[in-house]
Structure formats: C-alpha cells, structure tokens
C-alpha cells in the first residue's frame, strides 16, 4: 500500500502565497512522475504541474509563471510553491504519483485525499 498526504492547504488572501507538499509513503521502490492537480467547484479535475524524477517540468497554460513545482527524491516528496494566487485557483489540489513498489512491478497512479486551497479576501 502507498499514501500520499498533502499537506499546505488554507485560506490566503488574494496575491498571496501558499506551499503545498506531498509526501509518499508505504511500500516504494521508486517513484518516477510526481505532479499536482486541482478541481474546482462544478469543474473538472485538471493538471496543475508535474515533474518527472529527474526534474523535466511542465505546467498549466493558467500558471503563467505563478507556480513552481519541486520535489526531493530522498524524502519521496513533492512541493508546490503558488505565488500571486487568485480567486479562480480556489480548488481541491490533489497529489498524483506513479510509483513502482519492486523492481519488476508495473507502475501504479497513486492520488492523495487533496488539500483545499481557499483565496479570497
């Protein structure tokens, strides 16, 4: 079994910033893609930022610049760090990694429960 817990989430008021982190946990042999998704209120779930084990990033065109996604390979964990945050990234984020837990097991998407991030005034 593997867990991930996030971790960071809260009420921040607009232009402000928020840390999310996500530590894996459980039976891991490696992790390769971590990344980070939200959903909105009466929206879909969709991709905030990923990045692969040796660092490759990409991210939402609704960024633009605003988020920068990290992780720590030793400590199974990955970080969002959200500047200049608007109301309209209120949403659950969730944590997203694809972990093998042996060295000839397949790859499984793991989520986190997701944290809530809140911006208003």
């Known amino acids: 079994q593997v867990q991930l817990v996030e971790s960071g989430g809260g009420l921040v008021q607009p232009v402000g910033s928020l840390r999310l982190s996500c530590a894996a946990s459980?039976?891991?042999?490696?992790?390769?893609?971590m990344g980070w998704y939200r959903q909105a209120p009466g929206k879909e779930r969709g991709l905030v930022a990923r990045?692969?084990?040796?660092?490759?990033?990409n991210y939402a065109d609704s960024e633009n610049g605003r988020f920068t996604i990290s992780r720590d390979n030793a400590k199974n964990t990955v970080y969002l760090q959200m500047n200049s945050l608007k109301p309209e990234d209120t949403a659950l984020y969730y944590c997203?990694?694809?972990?093998?837990?042996?060295?000839?097991?397949?790859?499984?998407?793991?989520w986190g429960q997701g944290t809530l991030v809140t911006v208003a005034s």
């Open positions: 997203n990694a694809w972990v093998m837990r042996s060295w000839n097991s397949p790859y499984l998407e793991v």
């Open positions: 459980g039976i891991i042999f490696v992790i390769g893609t």
């Open positions: 990045i692969t084990r040796g660092g490759d990033t």
